[in-house]
């Protein structure tokens, strides 16, 4: 399919630089990276992949990575600003595609704004798929009732402290953050060559700074959308789970597959964290299959 070709959408109140890849009859498919990945590197193995099988597929760098705007401030980066950032490019997709209603993917964070878009936009969805983030009521819940989950949320808690995250994680080229991908998933998961990507793109100014506000704007609770009172999604759902994830434990999979009402519930008893990465042929066959089972109309 050649290589994608890059965009730029505007957001609210940012611009969005986009990957785009398929033909644009196909079924429209809008993937959103997590945490420390951009659109190139957090689907390097699924863009080309789900364009071949006839997906129309569009990949942002969400607000403050890669070639996407940088927000100076915290609250720049609430979870309902992100959201919002989906949906304009829910509309814009979209309107490209006819009018259709689009099919989301999210990991990681990305996949923190697929869930709260489907709870605020769910007319809007085809189908979500979600990849080892749990519904942010599951999580919430977790962090406030489960002290093993605290443990391994240190990070977040970390990330709270002005500058010195950025400071020390950008230095020696980010040399931390990508010994730190090599440590939490499988060896094949990031070659050399993936981590000196990695590290290059940490490595952008202002890069490590906008990408750890993502969490220091966890302290900006969003309330419960109106119209979903219970928190409850509407829209088909599949999870994807790779169960040895050393970040989020395996329990909160079920927990947030509780909440859905249509699920497929798919744990990956070998994968981590990243398995997009490390399953990645059975991550396409299943992203491509319930696009396929819910087509947008």
Known sequence: ????????????????????????GGEPVLLLHGFPEGAKLGWRRQIG???????????PDQRGYG????????????LELLAGDARALLGHVSREAGGRRVHLVGHDWGGAVA??????????????????CPHPMVFRRALLGSPRQVLRSWYMLWFQVPWLPERLAGADHGASVARALRKTGRPDAFTDDDL?????????????RTMIHWY?????????????PDLRIRVPTQIVWG??????GREFAAR??????????????EATHWVQHEEAERVNAWITGWVQAHPGG
């Open 243 to 248: 169960v040895q994830d050393q970040f989020i």
């Open 256 to 269: 947030s597959a509780a909440m859905c009402d249509t699920v497929e519930l798919r744990l990956v008893e």
């Open 49 to 59: 992949p789900l364009a071949a099988a006839g997906l129309r597929v569009w990949a």
């Open 67 to 78: 070639e996407s705007d940088r927000p100076p401030r915290i609250g720049d980066y609430r």
């Open 196 to 208: 000196d990507r990695y590290r290059l793109f940490l490595g952008q100014p202002g890069a490590l």
């Open 115 to 132: 869930w709260w878009t489907a709870l605020t936009s769910p007319e809007r969805l085809a189908s979500l798929t979600i990849l080892n």
């Open 216 to 228: 220091r704007a966890l302290r900006f609770t969003p309330s419960p959308p109106e119209g979903a």
């Open 1 to 24: 399919m050649g290589e994608p070709e890059r965009v730029f959408v505007a957001g609210r109140g940012a611009r969005l630089s986009c990957l785009r890849a398929g033909p644009v």
